[in-house]
């Protein structure tokens, strides 16, 4: 059996041969000592989707080491999804679609999962900022289909109307980034025809400070499993990979699988093995494989360790096992969240969680709470930074 390298809490290391370049020196070093940007990306289910886990991660992180920017961002808005940092929305003829709903093969099923598209005469969607901006130069970059060319007109509070074009890339996906003049509130990216049956179709934007910091990606989408991620178009991930190069990705699924009743963990432990491969053909972060919390099916009211505990789902443990055996067999980190529910006295799993004050889980004991998940946040962060080395205040 390969042992870890190093643990720290619940997050072991299994000689993940990019974490001491691109995770631990970076994050041991003072702020002031900081030059570039630090980017994590989180990819996973509802766990990310609702970005209360991550969100809080990305509040810390940038308080101590400096704000980056917002990151990642769906191509408009999704029913039931969230960001912390801004709300999204769809006006005129904007429409965003699920990309797993394309057909298998299609090429319109990028990084990211979500499809944003201007109808006929255009459309756009909006960006409103929680904390309003104050002016600064951001990078923006846009993820655009292969189409015919097309206009984007870029609004904001801070300045006129950006035209930019968006060059005919009739077979690829390709990433482009333009840097503008960011303040108040809102921000609109309006989609022109830039030729006869030109149409703009969007995998997502992206939002960065030209300063060094913190940037969190949360990419997650409610309901998936690790097939959505490896059904993503090729083409667009490596142009994500390759324009916003990140240090850290922390792949999160698993809680979907756990409820399969016909799991099969040897075609299980092949998937994760391909994803972790096929991340590591682009890119040179380090990567965590995350584990489902443990969850409990069956609605217990009561605390008693014999009757009213509730039972995991039947492929929870078998879940957990085989992503323990990809990051010993693919040399990756593994943070374990059921060893951390059990270490906050989760002896019931999350419907312990449940009956805390405040509550740290929801009463279908699958889904965390925002108390929950910021604690959950706390958990994460604590052992990366003490398995980097990081002991500065």
């Known amino acids: 059996m390969v042992r870890p390298v190093s643990v720290a809490g619940a997050l072991s290391d299994f000689g993940d041969p990019h974490f001491h370049s691109a995770v631990a020196r970076p994050l041991a070093l003072p702020p002031q000592q900081w030059d570039s940007i630090f980017r994590w990306m989180q990819i996973g289910d509802s766990h990310t989707a609702g970005d209360y886990l991550s969100g809080e991660i990305r509040r810390r992180l940038q308080a101590r080491y400096g704000d980056a920017g917002i990151g990642w961002l769906t191509p408009g808005y999704v029913l ?22 394309q057909k298998p093969g299609n090429t319109l099923r990028p990084f990211g999962g979500f499809l944003g598209s201007a109808g006929d005469g255009g459309g756009a969607m909006r960006i409103s900022f929680k904390n309003p901006q104050a002016l600064h130069l951001m990078r923006l970059s ?21 035209l930019v074009a968006l060059s005919a890339n009739h077979d690829s996906w390709q990433m482009n980034s333009l840097l503008l003049d960011v303040a108040g509130e809102q921000l609109w990216l309006k989609a022109l025809p830039g030729e006869p049956d030109g149409r703009t179709t969007l995998g ?47 792949l999160a699924f698993g809680t979907n699988e756990a409820m399969v009743t016909d799991f099969d963990p040897a075609l299980y432990t092949e998937k994760v093995t391909h994803a972790v491969r096929r991340l590591r053909q682009s890119s040179s972060a380090a990567i965590i494989l995350m584990s489902p919390p443990d969850i409990r099916q069956g609605r217990p009211k009561q605390r008693s360790r014999t009757v009213s ?25 593994f943070w374990d969240w059921g060893k951390w529910v059990r270490a906050q ?3 019931c799993g999350t ?31 604590d052992d990366l930074l003490k398995l980097s080395g990081a002991t500065h205040p």
């Open 204 to 250: 997502g934007v992206a939002l960065e400070r030209l300063a060094p910091g913190v940037v969190l990606d949360a990419v997650g989408i409610n309901g998936a499993q690790i097939d959505e991620f490896l059904g993503w178009n090729e083409q667009a991930l490596d142009a994500e990979l390759t324009a916003r190069p990140p240090n850290l990705v922390v």
């Open 345 to 347: 006295g989760g002896y």
């Open 351 to 381: 419907v312990s969680l449940a009956h805390r004050e405040p509550p740290l889980a929801q009463p279908d004991f699958i889904h965390l709470t925002q108390d929950g998940y910021r604690a959950t946040a706390v958990g994460l962060l």
């Open 142 to 162: 846009v993820l655009q289909a292969p189409s015919r060319s097309a206009v984007l007109q870029i609004s904001n509070d801070a300045a006129t109307d950006t």
């Open 309 to 333: 505990c509730g039972q995991p789902p039947s492929s929870l443990a078998l879940v957990n096992a085989a992503l323990m055996r990809v990051a010993r067999q693919e040399k990756t980190l």
């Open 80 to 101: 039931n999804q969230r960001s912390e940092s801004v709300k999204l929305s769809n006006q005129n003829n904007w429409s965003v679609q699920r990309a797993s709903q």
